[in-house]
């Protein structure tokens, strides 16, 4: 289903004008989403992306939004005004000051649960996405919302891959209401949960396991050697990685889907930033082999990246993850090593 040209904007405004999200409007959080070529791949597929729209007003240049955002975007209402046309609206979301979360159910997620997921009560806004196959749906934050502290902290709860709950993101409103006949031959999933409370602890308590498989799951040739000379310092550099990476990291959606190419992507954006933490160590004489950065890519992707059945495949005879970082380590050092003899 294509996206109109132009966003309802009397349906905006009813949006706009719910009083959690009225106060949101006032912060130059506020861009375009629009799909771009993907310059990780040759395979002419596009990922979404949200523009520096004021380099789009001022220089007639399309390039992504960056933090600070305050440098890149608008507010609502400028926003609107700077455009006679806009196909959708973009907002950088930050659940802990906004108030609000966004459930965005995936176009592969199976109708019985999708069905059941619209009709949990509290919403204050449902929409179709971009591809108007998948959905959105706003709540406010869920009374229970720090009763699980480390899912608060995180920027997506996705434990699984059909349905993820979004704290720290962006997201592409589109004002397109949900056809009301979508689902008239569907029945809501039986054992879906029915109350938002109710959805946040599933998907919180699924992401807390999740991580503590992962964490269980690592094999003794990845545990770390006592004499890895990045031991002492593993966790304070993949944290500091992990938090520069992430505003640049895409999204599945990007990728229309696709799973592993998206985890590719965020295993290469990790790397990028992994280098850039890695030289302040060895500025005091910290050495980083390259098993030591296999290890700490790995760590960092498995902190990061949604847990699913194929994870738990081994490919050379280590877990997929782990091997999927040894790949990215070992190109770029092949790729550096060739450019500098």
Known sequence: ???????????????????????????????????????????????????????????????????????????????????????????????????????????????????????????????????????????????????????????????????????????????????????????PAPNAPTTLEELWTQMAEADSRRQTASSVGLTAEIAWPRDDPMSPYAEAVVGDAVRNATPRMKTPQDFRGDLSRWEFSVLATLYGALQTVITRYQAFGVACPPSSQVRLLHLAAISVLPHRLKHNELRNGQPYLFERARAIVDARLASKSQTTT
């Open 1 to 187: 289903m294509d996206q109109p040209e132009n966003i309802d904007r009397q349906a905006l405004m009813l949006f706009r004008s719910h009083p959690l999200i009225a106060p949101l409007t006032q912060d130059e959080r506020w861009t375009v989403s629009t799909w771009v070529d993907d310059p990780d791949t040759d395979d002419g597929k596009k990922r979404k992306i949200p523009l520096d729209i004021r380099a789009v007003l001022e220089h007639s240049v399309a390039r992504g939004a960056k933090k600070p955002y305050s440098e890149t975007c608008l507010t609502l209402d400028k926003l609107l005004s700077s455009f006679t046309t806009l196909p959708n609206v973009a907002f950088f979301l930050k659940a802990h000051i906004d108030g609000i979360i966004v459930l965005d159910i995936e176009p592969r997620c199976p109708p019985e649960t999708t069905l059941a997921l619209l009709r949990i009560p509290g919403a204050i806004h449902q929409e179709l996405s971009m591809s108007g196959c998948g959905y959105h749906i706003v709540f406010p934050l869920p009374p229970n919302f720090q009763a699980y502290p480390e899912a608060a902290k995180k920027r997506v709860i996705c434990p699984g891959d059909t349905f993820e709950i979004l704290v720290e993101h962006w997201v592409t409103f589109t004002a397109r209401p949900i056809p009301s006949d979508r689902f008239a031959d569907v029945n």
